[in-house]
């Protein structure tokens, strides 16, 4: 009996040690506190932020889901990516969720779901990402945005199909540059038939007198 109180009291003074210490100390419980939710830590704060450049820095990017890559396969990824100055981070889907939530890219947040990786450049180079993505079938593309328009996969796939804008700019340039030049050849396919015409009113005038 004697050490089943002695138990109960040993009980009892580490119970009133722990709520005391606890009281004191809330930050190294790992509880929330009395005035709400325990803050962030800073490397999620610092991850948050990066998340939000990456997106408002970028008009390209893309949602990667993986399954089981390796450090070699990563590592042929992002060579094979490097050609086309895009660039491959994995960042925690609650972060990188909690990052957009408040943004214009808070419709993406489905997106980041299960394993997930994200890939961006500056400029949008769709093609050139489907293409390197072949060679990676443990790397699927769910969805993303480009120039601030939020796409599925099937909308990055039509995207890649467009011609780019160089070629663009040069078709227009041609168009423009067609009827410029068709005005200039009848100009001087004028000019060279009023020469003639004056040239044979001369001689025929010289031919008379």
């Not at 070699?72 to 994995?90: F, G, P």
Request: with cysteine.
């Amino acid at each position: 009996m004697l050490r089943c109180s002695f138990v109960r009291l040993r009980n009892v003074i580490s119970t009133i040690v722990s709520v005391r210490f606890s009281r004191k100390c809330p930050g190294l419980t790992g509880k929330p506190t009395r005035r709400g939710a325990a803050q962030p830590s800073l490397r999620k704060i610092v991850i948050a932020d990066e998340v939000k450049r990456v997106f408002s820095e970028n008009d390209m990017v893309v949602v990667l889901q993986h399954h089981g890559l390796t450090v070699a396969q990563w590592d042929s990824v992002r060579y094979d990516l490097a050609d086309a100055d895009i660039t491959v981070k994995d960042y925690p889907n609650r972060v990188a969720c909690k990052a957009l939530e408040d943004t214009k890219y808070k419709h993406m947040l489905p997106l980041f779901r299960s394993t997930t990786a994200v890939a961006f450049c500056k400029k949008p180079s769709v093609k050139h990402l489907l293409t390197a993505l072949n060679s990676h079938p443990k790397l699927l593309l769910i969805g993303g945005k480009v120039d601030d328009t939020l796409m599925s996969q099937d909308g990055l796939k039509q995207y890649a199909k467009l011609p780019s804008s160089h070629h663009l700019q040069s078709e227009l340039s041609g168009i423009m540059q067609s009827p410029m030049w068709t005005l200039t050849h009848l100009m001087q396919s004028n000019q060279l038939r009023l020469t003639s015409l004056l040239a044979q009113l001369c001689t025929e005038g010289t031919s008379r007198h």
